[in-house]
């Protein structure tokens, strides 16, 4: 009886071999979940719209409300450095006005504290733009590259429709709110922006510095600027811009280097601004790992 059973164990174990209903069956049920469990496993996101790709791929690993219609405060800056370094050199030099002080001053915005009469070259200036956020940086540049703010704005238009940014309309290159209404954008048009602005070396080395200092010299007094930037400090991050206003709610336009992979994304309309940057850290971590699978 015990040869029979054995026997019978030895040719049933043969046709499942001979079918592949065995093992192979197995891997195939745990191997679906994994999948699956990416995907589901994405951080909360509570800001009004969101969107997350893989910069070299262009590939959405995530989005929310992504294609709608928001203000975005002073992300708005990153057109603006990005249209900056398509039309002047490094070494150009800016002449700060008492025009672009009093723009800052009057509008309530954040500033790099530039002094009129000061001359910047334009690789130190957009450490005041993009690092303490200075609307009086933006103003001096606009006014200078536009020439004249509405000509800059003109050109920051028309260099979105280029990247096909077709959800963004901009009103001034700071991104502050204006008598006639703020300007415009999606979380996926800026998500664009940013992996085109992070193209640039000058940009991408601005975003990613933490503190820069300016020493004084025939042209210009001392300066020294510290990044807004929270998420910096943490494994892989790049930057690339923050922002707030009432309307906007607190915004980010961030980007890090995972596992070989450089995503880029964007939050627009968070209530909380430390949340941004930990829900940032969150989708990084989350898309490198969804991006892998």
Same mark, same amino acid.
Not at 96 to 119: M, N, S, W
Not at 140 to 162: C, D, H, I, S, W
Not at 225 to 241: D, Y
């Given at each position: 009886?015990?040869?029979?059973?054995?026997?019978?164990?030895?040719? =049933?174990?043969?046709?499942?071999?001979?079918?592949?209903?065995?093992?192979?069956?197995?891997?195939?049920?745990?191997?679906?979940?994994?999948? +699956?469990?990416?995907?589901?496993?994405?951080?909360?996101?509570?800001?009004n719209?969101?969107?997350?790709?893989?910069?070299? $791929?262009?590939?959405?690993?995530?989005?929310?409300?992504?294609?709608?219609?928001?203000?975005?405060?002073?992300?708005?800056?990153?057109?603006?450095?990005?249209?900056?370094?398509?039309?002047?050199?490094?070494?150009?030099?800016?002449?700060?006005?008492?025009?672009?002080?009093?723009?800052?001053?009057?509008? =309530?915005?954040?500033?790099?504290d530039?002094?009129? =009469?000061?001359r910047?070259?334009?690789?130190?200036?957009?450490?005041?733009?993009?690092?303490?956020?200075?609307?009086? +940086?933006?103003?001096?540049?606009?006014?200078?590259?536009?020439?004249?703010?509405?000509?800059?704005?003109?050109?920051?238009?028309?260099?979105?429709?280029?990247?096909?940014?077709? @959800?963004?309309?901009?009103?001034?290159?700071?991104?502050?709110?204006?008598? @006639?209404?703020?300007?415009?954008?999606? *979380?996926? @048009?800026?998500?664009?922006?940013?992996?085109?602005?992070?193209?640039?070396p000058?940009?991408?080395?601005?975003? =990613?510095?933490?503190?820069?200092?300016?020493?004084?010299?025939?042209?210009?007094?001392?300066?020294?600027?510290?990044?807004?930037?929270?998420?910096?400090?943490?494994?892989?991050?790049?930057?690339?811009?923050?922002?707030?206003?009432?309307a906007?709610?607190?915004?980010?336009?961030?980007?890090?280097?995972?596992?070989?992979?450089?995503l880029?994304?964007?939050?627009?309309?968070?209530?909380? $601004?430390?949340?941004?940057? @930990?829900?940032?850290? *969150?989708?990084?971590?989350?898309?490198? *790992?969804?991006?892998?699978?």
């Amino acid at each position: 009886m015990r040869i029979r059973n054995a026997r019978l164990a030895a040719v =049933g174990g043969a046709l499942a071999l001979a079918t592949g209903l065995a093992a192979p069956a197995y891997a195939q049920v745990s191997a679906a979940p994994a999948v +699956a469990t990416v995907r589901q496993q994405a951080p909360a996101v509570y800001a009004n719209a969101a969107y997350l790709m893989d910069a070299s $791929s262009g590939k959405e690993l995530f989005s929310k409300n992504a294609g709608e219609r928001l203000p975005i405060a002073s992300v708005t800056k990153t057109m603006t450095a990005y249209l900056v370094m398509k039309t002047a050199k490094p070494t150009d030099v800016v002449q700060i006005k008492r025009e672009d002080v009093q723009y800052a001053e009057d509008g =309530g915005g954040t500033t790099a504290d530039l002094r009129p =009469g000061d001359r910047i070259p334009v690789s130190e200036l957009l450490y005041g733009l993009m690092l303490p956020s200075g609307a009086d +940086a933006a103003h001096a540049l606009a006014r200078t590259y536009g020439p004249g703010v509405k000509g800059f704005v003109a050109k920051m238009n028309a260099t979105a429709r280029e990247l096909g940014m077709k @959800d963004t309309e901009y009103v001034n290159a700071d991104g502050l709110p204006t008598p @006639d209404g703020d300007g415009y954008s999606t *979380a996926h @048009d800026q998500t664009v922006l940013a992996a085109k602005a992070l193209q640039v070396p000058l940009i991408k080395q601005v975003v =990613g510095t933490r503190y820069h200092s300016l020493d004084a010299d025939g042209e210009h007094g001392s300066y020294g600027w510290r990044n807004t930037n929270r998420l910096l400090g943490t494994p892989g991050a790049i930057g690339v811009k923050t922002g707030f206003t009432r309307a906007a709610g607190y915004t980010l336009a961030f980007a890090g280097e995972r596992d070989g992979r450089t995503l880029v994304g964007v939050l627009l309309g968070e209530s909380d $601004s430390s949340r941004r940057f @930990d829900t940032a850290d *969150a989708l990084l971590s989350w898309g490198a *790992a969804r991006a892998a699978a």
